[in-house]
């Protein structure tokens, strides 16, 4: 039986970078599920927005309320946290580079003054756009073309603490939503990263009766270094609440000073 040893593909170099980079931190995970009743309610009635642009447009809403997670930490000897008044979203793509199947991420800025339709554009647009044309992923496919050594230090360079939040996001968030996974639990490389699972018709007890209703599971997976379990969790608690609330509210509107040029 034969075995073939090969090196790993180049479309997969950043993804290293990343693990060795997110190693260092001391990550909590949390989960909770959302009664995703009033979302899907409030998609049929019109645009058919993802669930993905629900998600960011309620951690714009949300992460204000938490500066301290809306922050990044660096160093060992000289531990330093910078917290960030803007929400910029990390959001994980699953795109095949060169054949090879491979989680990219690019940073959608300023979401706390998006609207859920200008959220829904820039999903499409990186939805349908080829790898190799999505602007934001220049600095990973340069990654990907460097040996990996000196990918290692560039990597370490552009993430450095002033700037991360440009290439790395305030908050990370990852969907598997469209295969059935009721759990998962990720880092994203920032203080706080958010998992969504598939929406499942589910049992659940409402004024004591069982009844179906169609719940999204919701992770959050913290660095212990930056925020404690508590904040962590009335996080996730106000998360869970905006999210259940979608169309009862100014879900619609413009957020305060929506950036038109953003993503």
Same mark, same amino acid.
């Given at each position: 039986?034969?075995?073939?040893?090969?090196?790993?593909?180049?479309?997969?170099?950043?993804?290293?970078?990343?693990?060795?980079?997110?190693?260092?931190?001391?990550?909590?995970?949390?989960?909770?599920?959302?009664?995703?009743?009033?979302?899907?309610?409030?998609?049929?009635?019109?645009?058919?927005?993802?669930?993905?642009?629900?998600?960011?447009?309620?951690?714009?809403?949300?992460?204000?309320?938490?500066?301290?997670?809306?922050?990044?930490?660096?160093?060992?000897?000289?531990?330093?946290?910078?917290?960030?008044?803007?929400?910029?979203?990390?959001?994980?793509?699953?795109?095949?580079?060169?054949?090879?199947?491979?989680?990219?991420?690019?940073?959608?800025?300023?979401?706390?003054?998006?609207?859920?339709?200008?959220?829904?554009?820039?999903?499409?647009?990186?939805?349908?756009?080829?790898?190799?044309?999505? @602007?934001?992923?220049? *600095? /990973?496919? &340069?990654?990907?073309? $460097?040996?990996? %050594?000196?990918?290692? !230090?560039?990597?370490?360079? +552009?993430?450095?603490?002033?700037?991360?939040?440009?290439?790395?996001?305030?908050?990370?968030?990852?969907?598997?939503?469209?295969?059935?996974?009721?759990?998962?639990?990720?880092?994203?490389?920032?203080?706080?990263?958010?998992?969504?699972?598939?929406?499942?018709?589910?049992?659940?007890?409402?004024?004591?009766?069982?009844?179906?209703?169609?719940?999204?599971?919701?992770?959050?997976?913290?660095?212990? @270094?930056?925020?404690? *379990? /508590?904040? &962590?969790?009335?996080? $996730?608690?106000? %998360?869970?609440?905006? !999210?259940?609330?979608?169309? +009862?509210?100014?879900?619609?509107?413009?957020?305060?000073?929506?950036?038109?040029?953003?993503?």
């Amino acid at each position: 039986m034969s075995v073939e040893i090969a090196p790993v593909p180049a479309a997969r170099r950043q993804t290293l970078h990343f693990l060795r980079f997110a190693g260092a931190a001391a990550p909590v995970h949390l989960d909770t599920e959302v009664d995703a009743t009033a979302l899907l309610e409030h998609r049929a009635r019109g645009r058919r927005f993802s669930v993905v642009s629900y998600a960011m447009h309620a951690l714009g809403r949300v992460m204000p309320e938490f500066p301290e997670a809306n922050a990044a930490f660096a160093g060992s000897l000289r531990p330093r946290v910078a917290r960030h008044a803007a929400v910029d979203v990390k959001l994980t793509l699953d795109k095949k580079v060169d054949g090879t199947r491979s989680v990219l991420s690019v940073v959608l800025p300023d979401v706390d003054g998006c609207t859920l339709d200008h959220l829904q554009n820039a999903v499409e647009r990186l939805r349908d756009t080829p790898v190799g044309e999505i @602007r934001e992923l220049a *600095g /990973a496919r &340069a990654l990907q073309k $460097l040996p990996l %050594l000196v990918g290692r !230090l560039a990597f370490a360079l +552009a993430t450095r603490l002033p700037g991360r939040h440009t290439r790395m996001g305030t908050v990370a968030l990852t969907s598997l939503g469209h295969a059935p996974v009721r759990r998962f639990f990720s880092h994203g490389g920032t203080t706080v990263t958010i998992g969504l699972g598939r929406i499942t018709p589910t049992p659940v007890v409402v004024d004591g009766e069982v009844v179906v209703r169609p719940v999204l599971p919701l992770s959050l997976t913290f660095d212990h @270094r930056v925020i404690d *379990g /508590a904040m &962590a969790a009335d996080l $996730l608690t106000a %998360l869970k609440s905006t !999210l259940e609330a979608t169309g +009862a509210g100014d879900v619609d509107g413009v957020g305060a000073g929506d950036r038109a040029g953003t993503a």
